[in-house]
C-alpha cells in the first residue's frame, strides 16, 4: 500500500555542541573564542565546540571538546542553557542539510588563566570581533544568563576567586551587570542569604586597615532567591 512518501529521502541532521565560557578580567567580562581557519567564515571568531559523538551525553561533550580544543578543562561551572534549530544557521554541506546546536554556559575564576592554544583567545564583550555563524547571539543570551542569576543564586562562586574582599566581588557583578553595584548593600544581601561566608583572615593591603576577606559557601548552583533582583540604581 502507498505510504505517503514522495520518494525524496530526508535531508541529514548533524548536532554539535558549544560552549560560552565567561571569564572577568581588568573589569570586563571576555568569552573565549577561537578563529576558524577553514570556510564557512574562515578567519571569523567562533565557540569552542563540535560534533556530538554517539557514545557520550551533551555535558560530557561539552567538556571534552573544550579540554581537546583550546585545552580549558579547569571550568567552575558549566550548564546547558540553548539550543538552536534555525534551518539555516549553518550553511548546507554534502553530508549535512542542517546542524542544531546545544549550547553550554561555562564560567571561569578570576585567578584561573589557563594556557591556550595560539588560535584561540578570550575577547572582550564590549567589543566582539566578526563571529561565524550565530555564534554573537549566543554569546548574548549567555551573558543575560549569567546576569539574571547573579540576582536569584550563587552563581558569583564561578567567577570569583576562592577568597576576595567585597569591593572585588562587587567589580565582578558590576562587570557582568554593566551597572553600578553598592559594596556595602551587596555585602548585606549576599551575607544574609548565606552566599557568602567571612574566612577570618584579611588582604594584603598598602595602606590603611586590610580588608576582610570572604569567600563563597558552597561552590556548586543554589538557588537563593528565585524572586530576587538586583536593579541598578535611580
Known sequence: MPDGSTGSAEPAIAHEVLSVVFRVAAGQVHVLLWQRAMDPYSGAWALPGGALRFDEDLPTSARRQLAEKVDVTDVAHLEQFGEFSDPHRVPATPSSARTIASVFLGLVRTDTNPRLPDDTD??????????????????????????????????GFALAPREFPVSELRDIYVAVLGYPVDATNLLRILSRRSVITATGGTARSGRGRPPALYRFTDSYLRITDEFATLRPPG
Do not use: Q
Not at 548574548?140 to 542569576?149: K, L
Open 122 to 155: 578570550w575577547h572582550d564583550l564590549d567589543s566582539l570581533p566578526e563571529m561565524a555563524f550565530d555564534h554573537a547571539v549566543m554569546v548574548h543570551r549567555a551573558r543575560a544568563r549569567v546576569a539574571a542569576r547573579l540576582s536569584y543564586s550563587n552563581i
